[in-house]
């Protein structure tokens, strides 16, 4: 018990230690992590990301922001779209662009396939011992004249392939 | 709003009628009445006698052997 007393302590100093070091530095506040915080995301499904792309802008695109709050009319064609890229990474049309990935997947699947019809081959040839006799030329023919013999399948089936008049496959 | 599941949804139900439905017939086409008609050609002719003395006489019958 004593024991499990001390590993919690240090794991909890483990753990918070790093926070902790830069919480002192400024008044016992801890400085928000990237990953809490509000992010950008290109989906098709969120029109309207909840921050900008750009988050630390420039002298220029400060200047280009100011520029914003006034008429719209007053903006270029050119810096529309630099405000367009401020707020957006990619384009609906860039997002939703399709790429070479298939070509990849499909190379590789075929691949192992081959790999795999490899591995098969030298199996047959080099670790597998010989097949049953029953695969014979002489019990399989023997076989299919029994078949034959007890009229197996004779609706849909083989006896139908058979002429039994002539004593051979129907033509 | 826009209807957009609803544009979607009618599409796909459409379809799927559609498809399932054509399925069904081209199986009933290809496989039913084709079977149908084969077991009524050899039903048409089909003598049991005689089936049975050449099953026999091929000695393929345990209780009825050839002689």
Request: charged share 25%; hydrophobic share 40%; aromatic share 12%.
């Amino acid at each position: 018990m004593l024991a499990s007393r001390v590993f919690s302590l240090v794991g909890r100093r483990s753990i918070s230690t790093s926070l902790c070091l830069r919480a002192h530095g400024h008044a016992g506040v801890v400085k928000a992590e990237d990953y809490t915080l509000p992010g950008y995301v290109d989906r098709r499904d969120v029109p309207l990301p909840e921050v900008a792309f750009v988050r630390d802008l420039s002298a220029q695109q400060k200047a280009l922001k100011e520029k914003e709050k006034a008429s719209w009319s007053a903006l270029s064609v050119d810096e529309k779209v630099e405000l367009y890229r401020i707020k957006f990474n990619e384009t609906y049309a860039e997002m939703n662009k399709g790429t070479n990935e298939w070509k990849t997947i499909l190379g590789g699947v075929l691949f192992f396939l081959g790999l795999t019809g490899v591995i098969l081959i030298w199996q047959k040839h080099s670790m597998y011992g010989p097949i049953p006799h029953t695969f014979s030329e002489e019990w399989l023919s023997a076989q299919t004249k029994r078949m034959l013999d007890m009229r197996v399948n004779p609706v849909e089936g083989i006896s139908t392939q058979w002429d039994f008049d002539k004593n051979e496959w129907k033509k | 709003m826009r209807g957009l599941l609803a544009r979607r949804m009618k599409f796909h139900l459409l379809g799927a009628f559609v498809v399932s439905m054509g399925c069904a017939t081209l199986y009933k086409f290809a496989v039913a009445e084709p079977r149908k008609r084969a077991y009524a050609k050899f039903y048409k002719s089909y003598d049991p006698m005689k089936d049975f003395e050449a099953m026999k006489a091929a000695g393929v019958l345990e209780c009825a052997p050839t002689k």
